[in-house]
């Protein structure tokens, strides 16, 4: 959601600020190109990898703030560190914790921490930390988007056990208590230390901080795992996708996962420059606020579904990198037995007019910081021209665009979140996390089901009964699903997409051609 800032984005490291682009291709001359990672070790030890981002001019220091753009999640996933990394398949690589069990009810949990880990100055990470960062979170008072994860957990069941076991007792039943906690976007900092030190426990330590410009981490030498091999990592924020294409192209960054799609055939062409592409996972995403005119009619957000061309869309806005998409939330699985939605123009001038909106006028806000997100507005407000509609779309400064998250009308997001995730926040009474501010009674009582249960071919099927719910009546235009392409210097190698975003966050094994 605010990935989770402009939309969403697992670390969407998040989410709204979020919130991540093109493939890989064959290149024709000595340009090479990945699917899974930058290539062997390559390279040698040391040196300082600069890393470009779009972000806000807004940015603040620490594992915790509501105000996010992309540079937040890189910095974070440098310093910080989870529970756990999740992996393909529902798996887990474990990190902070070693492992979880629970009693038969699903309502007690309890959460191993691994030995031996310390944090940036030196001090030990323990359990007293893990419990202090979950009572925070949880924290009413704070407002933080990471409450809206693990909402089903009672600050009060919380209990140390020893300096590496924490214990949770719940008020009910919580099968998905593990994907929960260890999502991406929930990392520990110290207890008792202030947001601008920044102390965690990652490969990486601050070294410098200039908001809104650039962030500078060092390696840290008393990592628990395996120590980086670069000396730094440079995150420099940009303004917009041109601007990082540009630096890359122009060498003045070695890497990004924010890339001006339509120079891909350009870049594979340039021997200096390799391109790596991710999963379908990114879905750039209309979103319409359902409890105001207009969209509070479910007759209008289902015209405005119908006039997208999202085959057009896919071609022109994504350059035909992805898939369809259909106007509901989370990774592609367990699909609902619902027809792939099609553009139909007079069927939608029908539903305007039966809702008493055929000369609609209505602005559409973006802040344009994911590759294709303009181009997909613009292709909805020509389109809409056709039937009398006039969609005015308004692109904004990333900082000003999301000092107002929750409060816009008709605006742009992202996602690039599994389901669990993604449905928490849509079934929020926050207006910061369900920025749609829509409530389904159905959709809710389906949630509940879902969370409860552990049995993943039971979700499944509450997922699929979910997902028609949101393609019926929801409030959100998806047209593809795209991945997350990343551009890097070919004297760069080890770099790793995140799963499931496809983001440039893991910069551990990287070396650099000196």
Same mark, same amino acid.
């Given at each position: 959601?605010?990935?989770?800032?402009?939309?969403?984005?697992?670390? !969407?490291?998040?989410?709204?600020?979020?919130?991540?682009?093109?493939?890989?291709?064959?290149?024709? %001359?000595?340009?090479?190109?990945?699917?899974?990672?930058?290539?062997?070790?390559?390279?040698?030890?040391? !040196?300082?990898?600069? @890393?470009?981002?779009?972000?806000?001019?807004?940015?603040?220091?620490?594992?915790?703030?509501?105000?996010?753009?992309?540079?937040?999640?890189?910095?974070?996933?440098?310093?910080?560190?989870?529970?756990?990394?999740?992996?393909?398949?529902?798996?887990?690589?474990? =990190? %902070?914790?070693?492992?979880?069990?629970?009693?038969?009810?699903?309502?007690?949990?309890?959460?191993?921490?691994?030995?031996? @880990?310390?944090?940036?100055?030196?001090?030990?990470?323990?359990?007293?930390?893990?419990?202090?960062?979950?009572?925070?979170?949880?924290?009413?008072?704070? =407002?933080?988007?990471?409450?809206?994860?693990?909402?089903?957990?009672?600050?009060?069941?919380?209990?140390?056990?020893?300096?590496?076991?924490?214990? +949770?007792?719940?008020?009910?039943?919580?099968?998905? +208590?593990? +994907?929960?906690?260890?999502?991406?976007?929930?990392?520990?900092?110290?207890?008792?230390?202030? /947001?601008?030190?920044?102390?965690?426990?990652?490969?990486?330590?601050?070294?410098?901080?200039?908001?809104?410009?650039?962030?500078?981490?060092?390696? +840290?030498?008393?990592?628990?795992? =395996?120590?980086?091999?670069?000396?730094?990592?440079?995150?420099?924020?940009?303004?917009?996708?041109?601007?990082?294409?540009?630096?890359?192209?122009?060498?003045?960054?070695?890497?990004?996962?924010?890339?001006?799609?339509?120079?891909? /055939?350009?870049?594979?062409?340039?021997?200096? %420059?390799?391109?790596?592409?991710?999963?379908?996972?990114?879905?750039?995403?209309?979103?319409?606020?359902?409890?105001?005119?207009?969209? #509070?009619?479910?007759?209008?957000?289902?015209?405005?579904?119908?006039?997208?061309?999202?085959?057009?869309?896919?071609?022109?806005?994504?350059?035909?990198?992805?898939?369809?998409?259909?106007?509901?939330?989370?990774?592609?699985?367990?699909?609902?037995?619902?027809?792939?939605?099609?553009?139909?123009?007079?069927?939608?001038?029908?539903?305007?007019?039966?809702?008493?909106?055929?000369?609609?006028?209505?602005?559409?806000?973006? =802040?344009?910081?994911?590759? !294709?997100?303009?181009?997909?507005?613009?292709?909805?407000?020509?389109?809409?021209?056709?039937?009398?509609?006039?969609? #005015?779309?308004?692109?904004?400064?990333?900082?000003?665009? %999301?000092?107002?998250?929750?409060?816009?009308?008709?605006?742009?997001?992202?996602?690039?979140?599994?389901?669990?995730?993604?449905?928490?926040?849509?079934?929020?009474?926050?207006?910061?996390?369900?920025?749609?501010?829509?409530?389904?009674?159905?959709?809710?009582?389906?949630?509940?089901?879902?969370?409860?249960?552990?049995?993943?071919?039971?979700?499944?099927?509450?997922?699929?009964?979910?997902?028609?719910?949101?393609?019926?009546?929801? !409030?959100?235009?998806?047209?593809?699903?795209?991945?997350?392409?990343?551009?890097?210097?070919?004297? @760069?190698?080890?770099?790793?997409?995140?799963?499931?975003?496809?983001?440039?966050?893991?910069?551990?094994?990287?070396?650099?051609?000196?």
């Amino acid at each position: 959601m605010l990935s989770r800032s402009v939309g969403k984005g697992h670390r !969407g490291r998040p989410r709204m600020l979020a919130p991540m682009v093109a493939a890989a291709m064959a290149a024709g %001359l000595a340009t090479a190109c990945s699917t899974g990672s930058s290539g062997g070790e390559g390279g040698g030890s040391g !040196g300082t990898l600069r @890393v470009g981002v779009v972000a806000s001019t807004i940015s603040t220091l620490g594992a915790y703030s509501n105000l996010r753009s992309q540079d937040f999640y890189v910095r974070n996933a440098a310093m910080f560190e989870p529970l756990a990394h999740r992996t393909k398949g529902g798996g887990y690589q474990w =990190a %902070l914790a070693t492992g979880m069990t629970h009693n038969k009810e699903n309502t007690e949990w309890t959460v191993k921490l691994r030995p031996n @880990v310390k944090f940036h100055d030196g001090s030990p990470f323990s359990a007293d930390d893990v419990v202090a960062v979950f009572k925070r979170v949880l924290d009413k008072k704070n =407002a933080l988007i990471e409450r809206n994860y693990i909402d089903e957990i009672d600050p009060k069941g919380i209990e140390k056990v020893d300096d590496l076991t924490v214990r +949770f007792k719940l008020p009910e039943p919580y099968g998905a +208590f593990q +994907f929960a906690v260890t999502n991406s976007n929930i990392i520990f900092d110290k207890k008792g230390s202030k /947001p601008e030190q920044a102390i965690g426990t990652g490969p990486f330590m601050l070294s410098k901080f200039t908001p809104g410009r650039e962030t500078e981490v060092k390696r +840290f030498d008393g990592y628990w795992g =395996a120590k980086p091999k670069v000396d730094k990592v440079r995150v420099i924020s940009f303004k917009s996708v041109e601007a990082t294409t540009n630096a890359l192209v122009g060498h003045q960054i070695d890497a990004s996962s924010n890339i001006l799609q339509t120079s891909l /055939p350009t870049i594979e062409k340039t021997p200096s %420059l390799k391109i790596m592409k991710g999963d379908n996972v990114l879905k750039v995403s209309i979103n319409m606020r359902v409890d105001v005119p207009p969209f #509070n009619d479910v007759r209008v957000r289902q015209a405005m579904q119908l006039i997208m061309n999202r085959k057009l869309a896919l071609t022109n806005a994504f350059d035909g990198l992805g898939v369809l998409a259909n106007d509901h939330m989370g990774i592609d699985a367990c699909l609902p037995d619902v027809p792939q939605r099609e553009q139909n123009l007079p069927q939608a001038k029908k539903l305007l007019a039966d809702a008493g909106k055929s000369n609609l006028s209505v602005d559409l806000e973006t =802040a344009a910081n994911k590759p !294709g997100m303009l181009q997909l507005t613009q292709i909805l407000a020509e389109d809409a021209k056709k039937i009398g509609v006039t969609i #005015n779309v308004k692109k904004m400064e990333l900082g000003a665009y %999301l000092e107002r998250w929750g409060k816009r009308t008709f605006y742009t997001g992202y996602d690039t979140r599994p389901y669990l995730e993604a449905v928490d926040e849509t079934t929020s009474t926050d207006d910061v996390f369900n920025h749609q501010h829509w409530h389904d009674p159905e959709f809710e009582s389906l949630a509940k089901k879902l969370y409860a249960t552990a049995d993943a071919q039971e979700q499944c099927g509450i997922q699929k009964k979910m997902k028609q719910i949101e393609y019926e009546r929801g !409030g959100s235009l998806l047209a593809a699903s795209n991945p997350t392409v990343s551009v890097y210097s070919s004297k @760069v190698h080890g770099l790793v997409p995140e799963y499931p975003s496809g983001n440039l966050y893991d910069f551990t094994k990287v070396t650099i051609d000196q």
